[in-house]
């Protein structure tokens, strides 16, 4: 079974930082771009960022570019975001998905469930 | 960057077909995608390439594509499918990938 499980969330401090991780079962991980999504409680989504299946292509979002950081290793099925620098505006419930990409497309065919980063002094 | 416009709500009656539209710039000349949300769970992928459903969604949600609209119909609501929906493009010119602002889906 497919599974795509995220960690690290909690309470960063404001300017400081946190690591997340996506944990991925169930298919081959080295294969696949990979994303992540945030949401901000009662808020929309907001893609973050995405990592090519060998970490060639990187893109950011500009509200996180410059503070955030994807990674991947895919020898320990393992999706990371480095996130310094964190501003309150950062806290939401952050998504790791997997994409499908074609010619110039691509989108979300499976999610984990999401970890909570909640960011206050 | 590109921007992608939803109205905030749409409200159906059961049995009855809702329409969620999707602006944006010529986005008939792109692949849409949209994803179904329900209160405490992560999106599930409902369309893809503007009008093909995963396996696993009922036949009754669909979408189409053309000019400045995309649109995805569910047929025949349910109670089970009020949620936010969400659409979304891959943004050539950045790589960036982009979601609308969501519409949430009620059901009388």
């Known amino acids: 079974e497919l599974q795509l499980v995220e960690s690290g969330g909690g309470l960063g401090k404001p300017g400081g930082s946190l690591r997340l991780s996506c944990a991925a079962s169930?298919?081959?991980?080295?294969?696949?771009?990979m994303n992540w999504v945030r949401q901000t409680p009662g808020k929309g989504l907001e893609w973050v960022s995405s990592?090519?299946?060998?970490?060639?292509?990187?893109y950011y979002a500009d509200s996180v570019k410059g503070r955030f950081t994807i990674s991947r290793d895919n020898t320990k099925n393992s999706l990371y975001l480095q996130m310094n620098s964190l501003r309150a505006e950062d806290t939401a419930v952050f998504y790791c998905?997997?994409?499908?990409?074609?010619?110039?497309?691509?989108?979300?065919?499976?999610w984990g469930q999401g970890t909570l980063v909640t960011v206050s002094s | 960057s590109y921007v992608l416009t939803q109205p905030p709500s749409v409200s159906v009656a059961p049995g009855k077909a809702a329409r969620i539209p999707c602006g944006g710039n010529?986005?008939?000349?792109?692949?849409v995608h949209w994803y179904q949300q329900k209160p405490g769970q992560a999106p599930v992928l409902v369309i893809y390439?503007?009008?093909d459903r995963p396996s696993g969604i009922p036949e009754r949600f669909s979408g189409s594509n053309t000019g400045n609209t995309a649109t995805l119909t569910i047929s025949r609501v349910e109670a089970g499918d009020e949620a936010d929906y969400y659409c979304?493009?891959?943004?050539?010119?950045?790589?960036?990938?982009?979601f609308g602002g969501g519409t949430k889906l009620t059901v009388l």
């Open positions: 979304q493009v891959w943004d050539s010119t950045s790589d960036h990938r982009v």
């Open positions: 990592i090519s299946s060998t970490s060639k292509y990187i």
């Open positions: 998905a997997r994409e499908i990409v074609g010619p110039t497309t691509g989108f979300f065919d499976n």
């Open positions: 010529h986005i008939g000349g792109q692949s």
């Open positions: 169930g298919f081959t991980f080295s294969t696949y771009t």
């Open positions: 390439h503007n009008s």
